[in-house]
């Protein structure tokens, strides 16, 4: 009798293993169709893109004799004679096949000037005879440089550092160190500050402007908190575009906000507010507010009323009273509020681009510029994949402290 | 002065500090939408109000800025995409949200929170990244210029608003109901339609209405995706904007403010009949 009940028990609980591995399965399911969707049009995208940061194949690609015999260099004193003729035959094929031009644009990534030096050379390298570097020192003086050669030989390696070394202003020397760029070619560290320093001002600007707002509507009776909520909720529904509109019509030096300043101080007094980043700031400030409001007006309601009063009543004055009582309650929800705000400015594109003006650009536009003007697009992707790798574990801290299940809509 | 009347007139200082300090935020929120509804009225080209604007004379204002969008084929091609583009992502994004969100809502999900994070993020990469490697994947399998790409691409977009709304109207929703359901008689598909949608519908329908101003609004992809048959509202207004902005672009942007009202309107009022007013607790 024991021995059967220990049986079925095992059978039980078989089942029971069983029977939850189906139902996990399913629950799986349905889930499935859209983490199948996101892969392909989200993910594998955005992943093949970041591969074009370290993936290199052009010069080997269209220069391969070359790659193979610089490879064999160490990079010390001057190329073999060999890597001499392996390009002549190279810059021959690659003009037969039309291929120099995007070899040259490559290469002038890596060193200004290349492009023009490998097009001139390439349309005569076919007259070229043994022996090949006087030849090539007949075209140009530059190939007698060791500096021209060790660029190319560490552009023919299949993957390069050098689309995220350029991303934090860094070069290449010849023989493969890396230093600073000079400082006046120094562009995307400052970028990168700036977009830190922008998207920090604009939390704080959110925080300062949005806890008072939040603090002021949890305070209200029920049927006035709803109406002020729905004014907080309708810029958040307006068209992006529309409250860029709107700011760029308030702020030109003929708006209506410099038309006020010009009746006070006079015509001299008109600011220079949009097409800056004064123009940013305003504008992210007041897209990015509502994101900080909502959180901390809904933890604001959690707080019991009774507990500022009991602070009171044991003797605290309101302002310990909210200081050491409500404000380290309802932190929770502003701190949840201005990480969102972070993570979202970090990333911020269509605001600056038609507001920023000069000094207004953030690293999206740069990371735009490079995509679809420039045409460097491994720069573009390391640039990217460097503010990606940002902005992720800023949302992994977020989904770790606070809670995917917080963010909430309106 | 007596000591009390003194802490009166403190808290009414106060009181009247904190009003006038809202008042001022709400005016920094509102302020810019309220004017251009005005100004898009405007007789003359400009944008600011002229002094037969400020005295309501009837010949300050006009409507030839409305005019110029009812005349132009542009525009009304641009409103034909976007609609077109709106309705349809939004419709794949709620379907498989909403799937997706029911699956995520049950105790037995592996490795929910993982996923849940994967199914939200397009809600916070920033979007040029997102755009430019949609550029080069779609490019290659030849779904760039087509509004099939541009659709694909805000259905990505709207996921993560149909997720975040569903998953919260979820966690309220009561499981012994299907399990009632089905001891009833019901199989899991008649328990779906019957029991579990109508009780989740207004929770979908809102998150449907976001992932639908999120398309309706969206113009990064649209730049990157779209070629001269894509353009939609936004992309019109975009090129207003960086070009020329004349004041047409005001007459589109109000009705756009119009038309944002309606959908929070009906957002806030699926709200109210989601949730009795007794546990508005948000």
């Not at chain 1, 591969?51 to 004799?65: A, F, K, Y």
């Not at chain 2, 003194?6 to 810019?32: C, Q, W």
């Not at chain 2, 569903?166 to 019901?186: E, H, P, V, Y």
Request: aromatic letters at 10%.
């Amino acid at each position: 009798m024991g021995t059967a009940v220990a049986v079925d028990g095992f059978q039980l609980a078989e089942q029971f293993k069983r029977s939850g591995k189906r139902a996990r399965r399913g629950t799986f399911l349905l889930v499935l169709p859209l983490l199948a969707f996101l892969t392909v049009s989200f993910i594998l995208p955005i992943a093949s893109m970041l591969n074009r940061s370290v993936e290199d194949g052009t010069v080997s690609q269209i220069l391969p004799r070359t790659a193979a015999a610089l490879r064999a260099w160490n990079g010390k004193g001057r190329p073999p004679f060999s890597a001499y003729s392996a390009l002549a035959d190279d810059l021959v094929q690659a003009q037969l096949q039309d291929s120099i031009g995007k070899v040259a644009t490559r290469m002038n990534f890596e060193r200004a000037g290349m492009r023009s030096l490998l097009i001139k050379t390439a349309r005569v390298a076919q007259t070229f005879e043994p022996p090949y570097a006087q030849a090539f020192n007949a075209v140009d003086l530059q190939w007698s440089d060791p500096e021209v050669w060790g660029t190319l030989r560490h552009a023919s390696a299949l993957h390069t550092a050098g689309y995220y070394a350029a991303a934090v202003d860094e070069t290449r020397k010849a023989d493969g160190t890396w230093i600073e760029k000079p400082e006046d070619e120094q562009v995307y560290i400052m970028l990168f500050q700036r977009t830190l320093w922008i998207a920090t001002v604009v939390t704080l600007l959110c925080f300062l402007l949005g806890y008072p707002l939040a603090y002021y509507i949890a305070h209200q009776s029920e049927r006035t908190r709803n109406l002020l909520l729905i004014l907080v909720l309708l810029p958040f529904w307006t068209s992006l575009l529309v409250r860029t509109t709107s700011w760029i019509v308030l702020l030109q030096t003929n708006g209506l906000v410099n038309d006020g300043i010009a009746l006070i101080g006079g015509e001299g007094a008109r600011l220079e507010l949009i097409h800056n980043m004064t123009g940013t700031l305003i504008a992210m400030t007041h897209v990015l507010l509502p994101f900080m409001i909502l959180p901390t007006y809904s933890v604001m309601l959690s707080v019991p009323p009774q507990l500022t009063r009991a602070a009171v009543s044991l003797g605290a004055t309101p302002w310990t009273a909210f200081w050491r009582v409500y404000f380290p309650m309802t932190l929770p929800g502003a701190a949840a509020g201005g990480l969102l705000v972070f993570i979202l400015a970090l990333g911020y594109y269509i605001t600056p681009a038609l507001v920023g003006g000069r000094t207004g650009q953030m690293i999206s536009n740069m990371i735009e510029f490079h995509m679809k003007t420039s045409l460097n697009w491994g720069l573009a992707a390391a640039l990217g994949g460097i503010l990606l790798g940002g902005v992720v574990v800023l949302y992994i801290a977020y989904a770790r402290l606070i809670g995917l299940n917080r963010l909430r809509l309106g | 002065m007596s000591e009390p009347a003194k802490r009166f007139d403190r808290a009414r200082i106060e009181k009247g500090i904190s009003t006038g300090f809202a008042v001022a935020i709400f005016f920094f929120l509102l302020a810019p939408l309220a004017v251009i509804i005005p100004l898009s009225f405007n007789a003359e080209p400009y944008f600011t109000f002229t002094s037969k604007m400020l005295t309501l004379d009837p010949d300050g204002f006009s409507l030839r800025w409305y005019r110029d969008i009812a005349e132009n084929p542009q525009w009304f091609q641009a409103i034909g995409n976007s609609l077109l583009i709106a309705i349809s992502s939004t419709f794949l994004a709620t379907v498989l949200g909403t799937l997706a969100a029911i699956g995520l809502a049950r105790s037995n999900m592996p490795f929910r929170d993982f996923f849940m994070a994967i199914l939200i993020s397009p809600l916070v990469v920033p979007i040029v990244i997102a755009a430019g490697g949609m550029y080069f994947f779609y490019s290659s399998i030849g779904l760039a210029q087509t509004h099939l790409g541009i659709i694909l691409a805000h259905t990505t977009l709207g996921v993560p608003f149909v997720v975040i709304t569903m998953t919260a109207t979820l966690s309220g929703f009561d499981r012994n109901l299907i399990k009632a359901a089905s001891s009833l008689g019901a199989d899991p598909i008649t328990a779906f339609f019957r029991v579990t949608l109508p009780l989740v519908a207004p929770g979908m329908i809102s998150g449907a209405l976001f992932a639908f101003a999120a398309s309706f609004d969206e113009v990064v992809t649209v730049l990157f995706l779209g070629g001269p048959d894509q353009r939609t509202i936004p992309r019109q207004m975009w090129s207003g904007i960086r070009e020329q902005i004349s004041p047409t672009i005001l007459a589109v942007a109000t009705l756009l403010i119009v038309f944002s009202s309606l959908l929070l309107l009906a957002v806030e009022m699926l709200r109210r009949w989601h949730t009795p007013p007794s546990a508005s607790g948000r």
